[in-house]
C-alpha cells in the first residue's frame, strides 16, 4: 500500500502565497505522474497541475504563471506553490501519485486533501 500525506493548506489573503506539500509512503517500486487536484464546492474536481516522471508538467490554464509544481525523488515528496491567489482558487487540493508496485503494476493513489481558502 501507499500512503500520502498532504499538508501546507489553510486561509491567504488574496495576492498571499501557499505551498502545499505531499508526502508519498509505503511500499512501491517508483513513482510515475505526481499531481494536484482541486474541488470547490458544487464543482467537478479538476486538474491543477501533474509532474510527470521523466521532467514534464501540465498545468490548467487558470493558473498558469502562478502555481508551480515540483518534485523531491528523494524524499517522494510532490510541492505545489501557489502564488497571487486569488478567492476563485479556494478549494479542497488533492494529491494524486501513480505509484507502480511490484505484483500490481502502476496503481492511483489520492491524498486525503486539505483546504485551501481565499478570503480577505
Known amino acids: 500500500q501507499v500512503q500520502l500525506v498532504e499538508s501546507g493548506g489553510g486561509l491567504v489573503q488574496p495576492g498571499g502565497s501557499l505551498r502545499l506539500s505531499c508526502a508519498a509512503s509505503?511500499?512501491?517500486?517508483?513513482?510515475?505522474?505526481m499531481g494536484w487536484y482541486r474541488q470547490a464546492p458544487g464543482k467537478q474536481r479538476e486538474l491543477v497541475a501533474q509532474?510527470?516522471?521523466?521532467?514534464?508538467?501540465n498545468y490548467a490554464n487558470s493558473i498558469t504563471g502562478r502555481f508551480t509544481i515540483s518534485r523531491d525523488n528523494a524524499k517522494n515528496t510532490v510541492y505545489l506553490q501557489m502564488n497571487s491567489l486569488k478567492p476563485e482558487d479556494t478549494a479542497v487540493y488533492y494529491c494524486?501519485?501513480?505509484?507502480?508496485?511490484w505484483g500490481y503494476g502502476i496503481t492511483v493513489y489520492w491524498g486525503q486533501g486539505t483546504q485551501v481558502t481565499v478570503s480577505s
Open positions: 494524486k501519485v501513480e505509484a507502480f508496485r
Open positions: 509532474d510527470i516522471s521523466g521532467g514534464a508538467s
Open positions: 509505503g511500499t512501491f517500486l517508483s513513482l510515475n505522474t
